[in-house]
């Protein structure tokens, strides 16, 4: 049984350490999160109260040094190598009829789903050993202040702890159980507390939610959150192109970052040369960048599709390594 199916045996009594008991601001954040959420501000005091101050979680959420370049060929290494591909051709081989359902339902493709799963966890292998409850009390009340959007970021992580009270309120869960990563994130896609409450679902219909146990509730809930965020099936992911065009316009073609924003006929006439498959292309398009350390860099030709894999973890790295991931899983498959 997964953490998130574990009912609370005691939930007006918790017991252990209560590093933020004692801190005002973290009973003033208590306070807050009951009124905006209609809970009982007592239990969320004290449950927000025995969340332990762990200072390794901040020290993770550092931003990387200033002036550290970025290399796409080590990042790519980390997750396109062979023991993930192993993995994910024996958990595609393992889940092959939710697989397929989840396809025919929401169009998104097999591999994408396993590789997915393959880069968050492991195929559910690494799915982490932090307190969910610590993990966001802390990024909510101690977040780096070096940081350069810490401020954006301890919103955000307050908005999820007030997610994962009223989720906790609703499911009867036992507060201290969920584990997950340092930022939070729960089960084998590591979904953060808000994805868990609009997209995760019950796929194998056993009438519980366990997207730490069951595989098939994690590949349903990964379909269907790309669905939400405007998977289109069919729609390829990136196209190849060069950059060698007449009156190449290299500031324009990156100004919208990784939003789709040009037809292949602009990027075109920037001095983008598209490939063939590229030039037929409808939709929108744009300009991916990856740096290669001091290597020349990358570039494809991002579409929707692309993007959409960037709404689940914001980084145009991670969504080229998911793709590449895919694809070599896919290609083991036979």
Same mark, same amino acid.
């Given at each position: ?6 009912? =609370? !045996? ?6 252990? !350490? ?51 370049? $970025? ?10 190598? !062979? ?49 969910? *409850?610590?993990?966001?009390? =802390? ?37 201290? /159980? ?44 990964? /379909? =269907?959150?790309? $669905? ?27 100004? !919208? ?27 929108? *398009? ?5 740096? =290669? ?42």
């Amino acid at each position: 049984m997964g953490a998130a199916a574990q009912t =609370n !045996p005691n939930r007006s009594n918790p017991e252990g !350490p209560r590093a933020y008991a004692g801190r005002s601001d973290a009973m003033a954040l208590a306070t807050e999160i009951a009124e905006a959420r209609s809970l009982d501000p007592a239990w969320v005091r004290q449950w927000v109260g025995q969340a332990q101050r762990l200072p390794t979680i901040s020290r993770l959420m550092r931003a990387a040094p200033r002036g550290t370049p $970025k290399n796409w060929r080590v990042y790519r290494s980390r997750f396109v190598e !062979p023991i993930r591909i192993r993995g994910g051709v024996a958990f595609w081989r393992a889940n092959q009829a939710a697989l397929r359902r989840a396809q025919d339902e929401f169009g998104v493709p097999a591999d994408i789903m396993v590789a997915i799963i393959g880069v968050e966890t492991l195929y559910g292998r690494e799915q982490g050993s932090f307190r969910v *409850l610590d993990a966001l009390v =802390n990024l909510s009340l101690d977040f780096p202040t070096e940081h350069p959007r810490a401020g954006e970021r301890t919103a955000l992580f307050r908005s999820e702890l007030g997610h994962f009270l009223s989720w906790l309120d609703r499911s009867g869960t036992v507060p201290t /159980a969920p584990l997950g990563s340092f930022a939070g994130a729960m089960g084998m896609p590591q979904f953060m507390p808000s994805s868990l409450v609009r997209y995760a679902i019950d796929y194998d219909r056993d009438g519980r939610l366990d997207l730490s146990g069951s595989a098939t509730d994690a590949i349903g809930s990964v /379909a =269907n959150y790309f $669905k939400a965020f405007g998977w289109t099936p069919g729609m390829p992911t990136h196209f190849e192109l060069s950059l060698d065009g007449p009156g190449l316009d290299m500031a324009q073609l990156l100004a !919208p970052d990784i939003l789709p924003t040009f037809s292949a006929a602009q990027m075109q006439a920037l001095g983008a040369r598209l490939e063939r498959p590229g030039q037929q292309h409808t939709g929108p *398009l744009a300009l991916v960048e990856l740096e =290669n350390g001091g290597a020349p860099n990358s570039y494809v030709a991002g579409t929707e599709n692309f993007y959409a894999i960037t709404r689940y973890n914001w980084s145009s790295y991670y969504a080229m390594a998911v793709i590449d991931l895919a694809q070599a899983v896919s290609q083991a498959m036979g």
